[in-house]
């Protein structure tokens, strides 16, 4: 991607304003400004914006507080799109939604008054504060390795219990499942599975884990489940026809629930801790998935961070209990290649030269053509 510095000039649009990026990015217009609060901004969370044409984007909290290298706020500098940071919560506030706002320098307008002064981040600037976080991602680090550890305490029983599954319309005999989440390059990865032959040839159980069914769908596969907490997964998608699974939490707590009765949809629970695209995984377990493959899976310790995890014990518990038919799609798309046996193109031929005699044997005008041919040929030799 060709890396452009945003200039310092004027960048007017009207403003669309939400604490949360990825219920904003669902209603953002090209050309319009982000007006943001979002901490330690990540990576899937600025290529949406980026996608979505934001003019500029507006961010009340600071795009990298420097706890460790998150990568979203250089994809905006470097997408040529002005991101001014730390502009201070107020500023969701004092601005309505869809008015128009001027961005110039370290300054945000309305209406010719400024409002609020932030911190324009360019591409050399956001280079420098990620070096400083490399030198000391060690800190975090043994934070998040602590936390793991106390957490386990907690949740070692992920490892262990039996949830029993809904019961569902969808059945997972001698079946492998694809489980898409919401992670690094999930849309490329999914692509390229796509593109092996995979799907058409093994059709798996499809499941969208919140916003993973809309990549299902985008690539015109209707995902057979879709469960998470569906704050981010679009209405269409929602209506595709997909068996529906609401995450409960211990306790019974299931925030999803609400969206679907509002919609009208009907819907099945299924408890269990750990995140969504750990239940996921459970529930294709339980079901009795002969493998399953996922795409968009979190692994690194940049990624959980991105999605604001303080440790990784439910995803490490869980790995654990299903690592034994558990494999990435990155593999399978490198292993998988659908092939052409030599004995199979001797037996395509060989039908094809069978076919053709029997079309011979019972076909009156080729005959005539093909012994008209041969009287030709001898006709020729015999000169």
């Given at each position: 991607?060709?890396?452009r ?25 090209p ?6 609060d ?35 706020p250089?994809?905006?500098a ?11 919560s ?5 601005l309505?939604?869809?008015e128009?706002v001027?961005?110039v ?15 324009q981040?360019?591409v050399a ?20 390795a602590?936390?793991t ?26 079946r ?29 159980v ?17 995902p ?10 679009s ?9 529906l ?17 509002d919609?009208?949809l ?17 529930l294709?377990?339980e079901?009795g998935?002969?493998?399953i493959v ?5 692994t690194?310790?940049?990624e ?16 654990l ?18 092939v ?25 005008p080729l ?11 001898r ?5």
């Amino acid at each position: 991607m060709a890396i452009r510095e945003p200039e310092v000039a004027q960048v007017v649009g009207r403003c669309r304003i939400d604490r949360r990026t990825k219920s904003l990015v669902q209603r953002l217009l090209p050309g319009e400004i982000a007006v943001i609060d979002h901490a330690d901004l990540d990576r899937l969370s600025a290529e949406a914006l980026i996608e979505a044409g934001a003019a500029a984007v507006i961010n009340a909290s600071r795009s990298m507080t420097g706890r460790y290298p998150n990568l979203g706020p250089l994809l905006i500098a470097a997408a040529g799109i002005p991101l001014l940071d730390d502009v201070g919560s107020n500023v969701l506030d004092i601005l309505v939604e869809g008015e128009v706002v001027t961005v110039v320098g370290d300054e945000v307008i309305v209406a010719g008054a400024i409002i609020a002064h932030g911190e324009q981040q360019t591409v050399a600037s956001l280079e420098q504060k990620i070096a400083e976080a490399r030198s000391t991602v060690g800190v975090e680090l043994e934070r998040f390795a602590s936390n793991t550890l106390e957490y386990l305490k907690h949740e070692h029983h992920l490892a262990t219990d039996v949830p029993e599954p809904p019961d569902l319309p969808v059945s997972f005999k001698g079946r492998q499942a694809l489980v898409v989440s919401r992670g690094y390059d999930y849309r490329h990865d999914l692509a390229t599975l796509k593109r092996s032959g995979y799907l058409r040839e093994l059709k798996p159980v499809l499941i969208g884990v919140d916003g993973g069914a809309d990549a299902l769908c985008e690539l015109g596969l209707r995902p057979d489940i879709i469960i998470g907490d569906f704050d981010s997964v679009s209405v269409e998608t929602l209506r595709c026809g997909a068996a529906l699974v609401v995450h409960a939490y211990p306790g019974g707590d299931a925030p999803g629930a609400g969206r679907l009765e509002d919609l009208g949809l009907r819907y099945e629970r299924f408890q269990a801790g750990g995140t969504s695209e750990d239940v996921a995984l459970l529930l294709a377990d339980e079901m009795g998935a002969e493998l399953i493959v996922a795409v968009g899976l979190h692994t690194s310790l940049e990624e959980f961070l991105d999605k604001g995890r303080d440790g990784m014990s439910s995803s490490f518990l869980v790995r654990l209990k299903v690592g034994r038919i558990l494999v990435d799609a990155k593999g399978v798309s490198r292993l998988y290649r659908p092939v052409v046996r030599r004995s199979d193109a001797v037996v395509l031929i060989v039908a094809m030269l069978l076919a053709l005699v029997a079309v011979a044997i019972v076909n009156r005008p080729l005959q005539l053509w093909l012994r008209s041919v041969w009287l030709l040929l001898r006709s020729a030799l015999g000169r």
